[in-house]
Every structure is written in C-alpha cells, then in structure tokens.
C-alpha cells in the first residue's frame, strides 16, 4: 500500500485548506484511513480517521472544524479544515490500516502504512 498526501503550504489563521492523500488500488473500502499531525518538537497525534468507510472520528482538539472523507473510486482521502488556528501548524500524515479496532483508532502503532508527510503552516 502507498500513501501520497499533498495539498500543504501557507495559510491565514481563519482560512482553510484541504489535503488529500491518494492510495493504491490495493486499499479497499475495509480500510481504515486516518490523518494525523506532528508539531515541531512534539510528538505525532491523532486528527480524525474513517473507519473501514462506515463512520467517522475525531480529536477534540479539531471537532467541528475538521472533516475527513474518502473517496473509494479515486481511492483518495481528504481532510477538509476550516477556521485554522496557529496551533493546527504541524506536517500532516495520512495512514491506513486493514485490521485496527474502534478502540485504537488514535494510536501510532495501529496503522502499517504511511504517507510521506505535508506541511500546514497556520500564520499571519
């Protein structure tokens, strides 16, 4: 499985952004696909994940501003986000898992497959 996310770079805090992550062809609707984010000097967190295409999750920190969706036949996920904050600066990482439970959804080691990496950049 591969994993590209783009969509990164430069914005105003109140803006927004999408990024996308396209997958290979071998990641099915099974799948469960997750963004997370990594600050400068901190470690890599959970942002929101879609659960083997039947339901939707989310940090606290990113609920009602962020949204995740996929796109089955692009074999593309997305991560849409609203009013950016200078706090959401941080690369971005999109992951995938056949087999991670309800309950792991947050956790680093759950996902077997990676992407490369964008950056956000929140900023005045």
């Known amino acids: 499985v591969q994993l590209q996310a783009s969509g990164g770079g430069l914005v105003q805090p109140g803006g927004s952004m999408r990024l996308s992550c396209a997958t290979s062809?071998?990641?099915?609707?099974?799948?469960?696909m997750a963004w997370f984010r990594q600050a400068q000097g901190k470690e890599r967190m959970f942002v929101a994940a879609n659960f083997r295409s039947s339901s939707t999750h989310y940090a606290d920190s990113v609920k009602g501003r962020l949204t995740i969706s996929r796109d089955n036949a692009k074999n593309t996920v997305y991560l849409q986000m609203n009013n950016l904050r200078p706090e959401d600066t941080a690369v971005y990482y999109c992951a995938a898992s056949p087999s991670v439970i309800l309950s792991n959804l947050a956790s680093r080691a759950a996902y077997a497959y990676w992407g490369q990496g964008t950056l956000v950049t929140v900023s005045s």
């Open positions: 062809e071998r990641t099915s609707r099974s799948y469960t």
